[in-house]
């Protein structure tokens, strides 16, 4: 009978051990989840400040990039007048030499031409 009464004693600070034992792995579990939360939500800022970043560095060097393509057709628009305009005054001179030698020959006058 003496061990009935020592096994009431250990049985209750067994259940009493496991018990707090139990609370502690479910505080420590708890713990480690708000730890991965918390690590899930640090990276998702860094995330989105790495992108707003990126964002920034990518409207500058877009602007640069807009800005010398801007350049580059004036330049190419400025190049294409010069040769439409250069071609066009070659039309009218032509037009106009034939039309002076019409009216010279009309006169009955020639046009001296030499051949280069």
């Known amino acids: 009978m003496a061990l009935a009464l020592e096994n009431k004693p250990i049985s209750k600070s067994l259940q009493y051990n496991v018990a707090k034992q139990a609370a502690r792995i479910s505080n420590d579990e708890a713990l480690a989840a708000r730890n991965a939360d918390a690590a899930l939500q640090e990276k998702a800022l ?3 400040n790495w992108m707003e970043q990126l964002d920034g560095l990518g409207a500058d060097k877009r602007a640069r990039k807009d800005g010398l393509m ?6 190419l628009a400025k190049e294409a007048l010069v040769i439409v305009r250069r071609e066009q005054l070659k039309q009218q001179l032509e037009a106009e030499s ?7 020959a009309q ?3 020639a046009v001296y031409a030499t051949r280069i």
């Open 46 to 48: 860094m995330r989105s």
């Open 70 to 75: 801007a350049r580059e057709e004036a330049s």
């Open 98 to 104: 034939a039309l002076y030698r019409q009216q010279l």
């Open 107 to 109: 006169m009955g006058k």
